[in-house]
């Protein structure tokens, strides 16, 4: 093990999205913005900013026109990004000022069907135009392939679905197909079959992970992404949030956690440690309460003012 670890990683962060999806009480516009500004502070190169989905569906982001409004893509800084189901999102997406936009739909039929009332193919073909839509426009399009360690339905899913799906979403024009383990179910001797599996059908490099911790078996998962040349990890601050249409799937991997360890084992990310521990404690007081992330709580207790 740890022979050919890569010297570098991108951290996407997910929190104003993934994170935030999931309150209860709506997070005002105002404090999503302070918060996104203080990840773009903290040195995070990648932000998914909002989400264009149904307002209905998701409530805690009804506000992503003016989120994303505020967000004007900069040549210099983070690159600003944001969900998109359809397009009526995408049209949305692209009023706003986006030039980067990430699809999803998931392994299994049912997680697909309960998150975004499609079957799998008939989200191919909603996904048709997006993509066409993005090509057009020079709009980057990431993509997202859910439940692929496990789903809240259907139980185990067969890698060979999440294989065909990763495929067909690069065929589609996607650049990158972040593998999610919504429901935190995974394991590291799981993510070896996984990944031998799908980057036997498309190339690794297009890989990324977006692993839970509902069960602390997150870094466990990422480490082995890493010995795979996996270069991209998805993970929200302080661990917030999770997929709502996922019984059971809170917990994001923490960004600091993720942080902490790549630092540790001398892998580069170009993110300010303590920095985003100010963005951690920022989100611990806008939603008043203490967060998941552990490293988090660790780092907050050690400074000097922590008593
Ligand atoms: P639907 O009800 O089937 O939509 O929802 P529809 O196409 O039948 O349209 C119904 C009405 O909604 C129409 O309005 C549309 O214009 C409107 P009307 O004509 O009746 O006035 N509409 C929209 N309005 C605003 N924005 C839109 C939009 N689309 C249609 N984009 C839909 C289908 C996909 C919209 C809905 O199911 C939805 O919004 N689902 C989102 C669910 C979601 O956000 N889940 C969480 C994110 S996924 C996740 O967290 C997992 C991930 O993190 C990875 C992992 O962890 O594995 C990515
Ligand atoms: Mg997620």
Redesign the pocket.
């Known amino acids: 093990m740890f022979d050919r670890l890569p010297e570098r990683v991108q951290v996407y962060e997910?929190g104003p999205?993934?994170g935030l999806?999931n309150e209860k009480a709506f997070v005002s516009t105002e404090d999503k913005i302070r918060l996104i500004d203080a990840l773009a502070a903290a040195g995070l190169g990648r932000v998914e900013i909002t989400?264009?989905?149904?307002?209905?569906?998701?409530p805690a982001?009804a506000d992503a026109d003016r989120v994303a409004g505020h967000y004007p893509q900069r040549a210099d800084g983070p690159t600003w990004t944001a969900?998109?189901?359809?397009?009526?999102?995408f049209e949305?997406a692209l009023k706003a000022g986006m030039r980067e936009v990430?699809v999803?739909m998931?392994a299994s039929e049912t997680h697909n069907q309960r998150?975004?009332?499609?079957s799998r193919d008939e989200t191919y073909a909603?996904f048709e135009p997006v993509f066409a839509g993005c090509a057009e426009h020079g709009i980057a399009v990431r993509a997202?392939?859910?439940?692929?360690w496990g789903c809240p339905y259907e139980g185990e899913v067969d890698p060979a679905a999440a294989a065909d799906v990763a495929a067909r979403l690069l065929a589609l024009g996607a650049y990158q197909i972040?593998l999610?383990?919504?429901i935190g179910v995974g394991t590291p001797l799981q993510t070896r079959r996984l990944l031998d599996r799908i980057g036997a059908q498309v190339p690794l490099e297009t890989l990324a992970m977006?692993m839970?911790d509902t069960r602390g078996t997150a870094l466990a998962n990422c480490v082995v992404g890493l010995e795979y040349g996996v270069t991209t990890f998805?993970a929200s601050i302080a661990g917030l949030g999770?997929?709502?249409?996922?019984p059971g799937?809170s917990g994001?991997l923490a960004t600091e956690d993720l942080v902490y360890m790549l630092h540790g084992m001398g892998i580069e990310t170009g993110i300010d440690l303590d920095r985003l521990v100010d963005a951690g404690a920022l989100a611990q007081r806008l939603l008043g309460r203490t967060l998941p992330g552990r490293a988090l709580q660790a780092l907050l207790a050690g400074r000097p003012s922590a008593g």
């Open positions: 997910v999205r993934d999806q989400s264009f989905v149904h307002p209905r569906w998701i982001l969900l998109v189901p359809n397009m009526r999102g949305r990430a999803f998931s998150n975004i009332n499609k909603a997202y392939v859910s439940t692929v972040s999610g383990d919504t977006h839970h998805d999770g997929c709502p249409y996922a799937a994001n």
